[in-house]
T-cell receptor
């Protein structure tokens, strides 16, 4: 069962791309990678998920390496409202979610 | 409006006094889950349910009970609360079990519990 490691914190200038890395070196072949974010103490918000291929939606892009051992969440044009804690998650035993402590992203004006 | 609701949002209680935090979703989701969040420890899963009458332990189930008698409700029960259960609690639901299908979880607003 895969757990993930992320940097504790990152800064990004407003308007620039924010690239948040995640390591999941023990991921299994059929396990998805999910990204969520949490603003202050609100409930976490789903961002994106992927299995093998890169994914893009209206919020972000997800780049998964070919060996699937790591991934990067990209916020193409970070705004102040993107300041949050970002969690990279691989479900344990299929249906357990281990959030960890995530990456605290601060977008700087 | 599609949502996950939790009640109460804030609760202060005393050690040993049984309490229930309710969770309800109006999206006909099969999967529901409870998490607690503590400073420096992130969100940790307490229990989850794949469907009615099916529940499983998460990372930190000790001191908690759950039940899933109907699809929309997934109450969290603390039979004898202790101060170490002081935390921020989140309920979440998902259309299908998470394995293999890649579905997002929808989270409730949270319940801040203080046990004195």
């Amino acid at each position: 069962d895969a757990k993930t490691t992320q940097p504790t914190s990152m800064d990004c200038a407003e308007g620039r791309a924010a690239n948040l890395p995640c390591n999941h070196s023990t991921i299994s072949g059929n396990e998805y990678v999910y990204w969520y974010r949490q603003i202050h103490s609100q409930g976490p918000q789903y961002i994106i998920h992927g299995l093998k291929n890169n994914e893009t939606n209206e919020m972000a892009s997800l780049i998964i390496t070919e060996d699937r051992k790591s991934s990067t969440l990209i916020l193409p044009h970070a705004t102040l409202r993107d300041t949050a804690v970002y969690y990279c998650i691989v479900p344990l035993a299929g249906n357990q979610f281990y959030f960890g402590t995530g990456t605290s992203l601060t977008v700087i004006p | 409006e599609a949502q996950v609701t939790q009640n109460p949002r804030y609760l202060i209680t005393v050690t040993g006094k049984k309490l229930t935090v309710t969770c309800s979703q109006n999206m006909n989701h099969e999967y529901m889950s409870w998490y607690r969040q503590d400073p420096g420890l992130g969100l940790r899963q307490i229990y989850y349910s794949m469907n009615v009458e099916v529940t499983d332990k998460g990372d930190v189930p000790e001191g908690y009970k759950v039940s899933r008698k109907e699809k929309r409700n997934f109450p969290l029960i603390l039979e004898s609360p202790s101060p170490n259960q002081t935390s921020l609690y989140f309920c979440a639901s998902s259309p299908f079990p998470l394995a293999g299908g890649g579905n997002e979880q929808f989270f409730g607003p949270g319940t801040r519990l203080t046990v004195l």
